[in-house]
């Protein structure tokens, strides 16, 4: 049984994020989707002898070659930093000082970083994820299918949302922009999205 295949604990109660995400979304996206991944990837892993890898390594070397363990590991990698991403009293253009100069730098600054992103979150057809990740060595915007993460595709992901409907649709319904402007303005723990953006720039 590998390690790296296990549940962790949400960093809040799982009503912590209401109204904007409700303790009934997290009891099914944490306690139900999630985990089924955690138990499908394990499984999956050990099939095909990559029990002993890191996460991010299964996934890497899965992309392309084991659809159904890269799917697997890819959600429980997802996941794992997505619960981070979020926390009460989150949002509103509370953005530290290093992480606002890149973002007005590189990204024509808050205003338009906010409408690109829940844009990218809005135009990907189907389930998927919108992330901010650094790639060659700036940010950028990016929206991937189903499981597909940035790592897979050269970058090293800041900040993600999950457009699965399973994750919006029991408080949102069909209404994803409602979701996305709610998750932006409302739940993003940006200390959280510093630190991944200082380690992804090598500064720790």
């Not at 049984?1 to 979304?25: H, I, K, N, Q």
């Amino acid at each position: 049984m590998t390690a790296v295949f296990e549940l962790p604990d949400l960093p809040y109660e799982y009503g912590a994020l209401e109204p904007f995400m409700s303790r009934e979304t997290l009891k099914l996206h944490h306690g139900k989707h999630h985990l089924a991944y955690v138990e499908n990837g394990r499984k999956l892993a050990a099939e095909a002898g990559m029990e002993n890898l890191s996460l991010k390594q299964i996934v890497k070397r899965s992309f392309g070659t084991n659809s159904s363990l890269f799917n697997n590991a890819a959600q429980h990698y997802n996941h794992t930093l997505f619960w981070k991403w979020m926390k009460r009293g989150g949002g509103n253009a509370k953005v530290p000082d290093v992480l606002q100069k890149a973002i007005d730098s590189e990204l024509g600054g808050y205003e338009n970083f906010r409408t690109e992103f829940i844009a990218a979150g809005m135009s990907q057809f189907g389930s998927g994820w919108a992330w901010l990740a650094l790639k060659d060595g700036a940010l950028t915007i990016m929206k991937t299918p189903n499981a597909e993460n940035p790592t897979v595709h050269g970058g090293f992901p800041i900040l993600g949302v999950d457009v699965w409907e399973h994750s919006y649709y029991v408080d949102y319904r069909n209404a994803r922009q409602k979701y996305l402007e709610a998750f932006f303005d409302h739940l993003i723990n940006w200390e959280a999205v510093l630190q991944l953006y200082e380690k992804a720039a090598g500064r720790t």
